[in-house]
């Protein structure tokens, strides 16, 4: 019986706790899809008229955008009677790298998203897939430096759990180690028409899946439109369910306009 073996990255056992910790949260899961026909031909316009700019960061900034509107949303849970709102719109992205001859996705934290252009945030993106990796490095800007997260890793299970479980109640250390809000697009990379599920440990958890081309009524008319299957994930500890279907209304609606790029 032939067969070969082959090891984990260590940030791999970071996301075996985050599924651990994520299951226990109370998030409320909503799976819509939204037509971003008019979004992508706007940024295929900024890119012909030499301007760079990536559907990924107009999703961050179009996330940013709507959870001002709606700061709950990203809130954490301080305690029974209190949430914590930080002023700062702080959004984890996935950004795939390849680490020790294996491509993996690394978390990046994007800072202060709301006071930065879609340009801005494209270039940022755009450096931090280039960026240099340490060979013990397992988060991209992560305040944390190699040897505290190579002490984290060498940790047994239940006492990594423990550490996640203090970030549940300390959200200030939370918002600076991971933001409030997590966008991964990974989903976007193949032609499965239907949603990826993730699980996430912040309050706020976006996945992109698949764009597909299919029809649609516009104006009385059928037209073959693109929409993007888009997964929602929002903790029911700080949110209540009004606000929530407003705020995926809003979204939607911001998404499907392309606010920020006409």
Excluded: C
Excluded at 39 to 60: D, L, N, P
């Amino acid at each position: 019986m032939k067969f070969k073996e082959k090891r984990f990255p260590k940030s791999r056992i970071g996301t075996l706790d985050v599924f651990a910790i994520g299951l226990k949260r109370h998030h409320v899961k909503a799976l819509i899809e939204v037509d971003v026909t008019l979004a992508r031909k706007q940024i295929r316009q900024h890119r012909e008229a030499g301007r760079a700019i990536s559907f990924t960061a107009w999703m961050v900034k179009t996330i940013s955008q709507t959870v001002e509107a709606f700061e709950n949303v990203h809130a954490y849970l301080k305690n029974k009677r209190t949430r914590l709102i930080f002023e700062d719109i702080d959004i984890t992205v996935m950004v795939e790298r390849e680490h020790r001859g294996e491509k993996v996705p690394l978390p990046y934290v994007i800072r202060q998203t709301q006071l930065k252009s879609i340009g801005a945030i494209t270039a940022e993106i755009g450096s931090a897939k280039g960026r240099k990796l340490g060979a013990e490095e397992v988060a991209m800007n992560s305040s944390r430096s190699s040897v505290w997260a190579n002490l984290y890793f060498s940790l047994p299970g239940w006492m990594r759990r423990l550490v996640w479980n203090y970030f549940a109640i300390a959200p200030r250390q939370a918002q600076q180690m991971m933001g409030s809000i997590i966008f991964t697009s990974i989903g976007m990379f193949g032609e499965v028409r239907g949603w990826f599920i993730h699980t996430s440990v912040h309050p706020l958890g976006i996945g992109a899946g698949s764009i597909v081309k299919k029809p649609a009524v516009i104006d009385d008319k059928i037209e073959i439109r693109e929409f993007l299957h888009l997964s929602i994930l929002l903790d029911h500890d700080v949110v209540d369910g009004v606000e929530m279907a407003k705020f995926i209304a809003r979204l939607s609606e911001n998404m499907e306009s392309g606010v920020g790029l006409s």
